[in-house]
């Protein structure tokens, strides 16, 4: 690795915060790849100009970020970014601000509707069977939460998947992992969970056919009732608990 990719810090403005812009930047920009090994902290510290104790915590806050590897005895690795990485900072930011959920919402669906007609182009008969699978799996599966929900974000993923954007993957694997901890409310209901197969039997028989416009608006119908169920399950679940939830 070229050591001078690393430029002394300047600003002593908030050292752990311009440390992580640094190195993400780095990233960005492909001089650091993942799989990478960082300098050892004191060469890294140097390279900076930097006191060790504030490079530490902003390696510390890009660890718990899941964008940082620690190999025991080995050193520090740049890691590949995923939904379940950032998971918790978005299931917080949700639970405290209504309006963050709404925001979900509305970009998951413009993500997904965009995308959904590109998938009734591009399926194939593997990912025919794969999304069969999913319907398959949560039909056997109604009495467990967890694993309906992890077939119902499987099933959504498979869709994006299948259009061959992988930008568009990631961000939908953000946004539906974030949205995950209210899930297992909306599918704590049998109507729910029923109509849910329904519409997803749908949605994948249009796709099936290459039907691009009718699976958008199979699509389209279903989000609009997921929501509608997603903010009654919060609303039912907060009169129930009261206000202390």
């Known amino acids: ?143 467990d939460r967890k694993t309906l929900v992890d077939y119902d974000i499987e099933f959504h993923r498979m869709l994006v998947e299948i259009a061959g954007n992988s930008i568009m993957l990631s961000m939908i694997e953000i946004i539906r992992s974030a949205m995950e901890v209210w899930f297992s409310y909306v599918l704590s209901y049998t109507k729910n969970v029923t109509d849910t197969i329904e519409e997803h039997t749908a949605i994948m028989n249009a796709v099936g056919t290459g039907d691009g416009e009718k699976a958008r608006m199979l699509l389209k119908d279903h989000l609009i009732k997921g929501a509608s169920r997603l903010h009654y399950a919060i609303n039912d679940v907060t009169a129930t608990a009261g206000p202390g939830i």
């Open 1 to 143: 690795m070229n050591s001078s990719i690393f430029k002394p810090i300047d600003e002593k403005r908030t050292i752990s915060e311009k440390i992580v812009d640094q190195i993400t930047k780095l990233v960005v920009t492909g001089n650091l790849k993942v799989g990478d090994k960082l300098p050892p902290e004191r060469e890294l510290a140097e390279m900076l100009g930097v006191g060790r104790s504030s490079l530490r915590e902003a390696l510390r806050s890009m660890i718990n970020m899941g964008l940082l590897a620690v190999k025991h005895s080995e050193g520090t690795y740049i890691k590949k970014a995923d939904a379940n990485s950032l998971k918790p900072y978005f299931q917080w930011n949700i639970m405290l601000e209504n309006s963050t959920l709404d925001d979900l919402i509305e970009a998951r669906e413009l993500i997904e509707l965009n995308v959904v007609t590109k998938a009734a182009e591009r399926r194939t008969s593997e990912d025919m069977r794969k999304l069969e699978e999913t319907i398959k799996n949560m039909k056997e599966n109604t009495d």
